[in-house]
């Protein structure tokens, strides 16, 4: 499916904005761009809570065809986000990371859920997050709560 079909993109941005969890937040900074949207994930338990992290979205023109692009623009210290923003939402390499029956909804949820259920220790992108961890639960606390103070308000 052509992402320049407006019908396409006009029920995707209708299904996304109606179904949206309550700690997401969608922005169009151009309203004739659809394809491209910025997300703000605002955890409301575990670890990440109280952060406030953002996301860009860029949906190809060979969409379903090609995955999305997305990026987390603020620092993390996530398992399955690099702290140069590479994200992963499933146990492959970034690149094939999203299946490509995604819907724009199915990845603001994916990225939703990478704060709660998604949090994968055991698989990760992030290997030194993960090691930390594992290596002491409390210290990885702390360092994620830093990095919240420091980039995630």
């Not at 019908?7 to 299904?15: H, K, N, P």
Request: glycine share 4%.
């Amino acid at each position: 499916m052509d992402i320049n079909d407006g019908l396409f993109v006009s029920t995707e941005v209708a299904e996304l904005e109606a179904n949206l969890p309550c700690t997401c937040k969608v922005h169009f900074p151009d309203p004739n761009k659809l394809h491209c949207f910025q997300l703000t994930v605002t955890p409301d338990e575990g670890y990440y809570q109280g952060g406030k992290f953002q996301f860009e979205t860029e949906v190809p023109d060979a969409y379903n065809m090609v995955p999305p692009k997305v990026k987390c623009l603020t620092r993390i210290w996530h398992p399955n986000i690099t702290e140069t923003g590479d994200i992963c939402l499933s146990a492959r390499e970034p690149e094939t990371c999203f299946l490509l029956s995604f819907s724009f909804q199915d990845v603001v949820w994916g990225l939703n859920s990478l704060f709660t259920d998604l949090l994968n220790f055991d698989d990760p992108l992030n290997i030194e997050a993960a090691e930390h961890h594992l290596r002491d639960k409390e210290d990885f606390r702390n360092k994620v709560e830093d990095y919240i103070k420091r980039y995630a308000r």
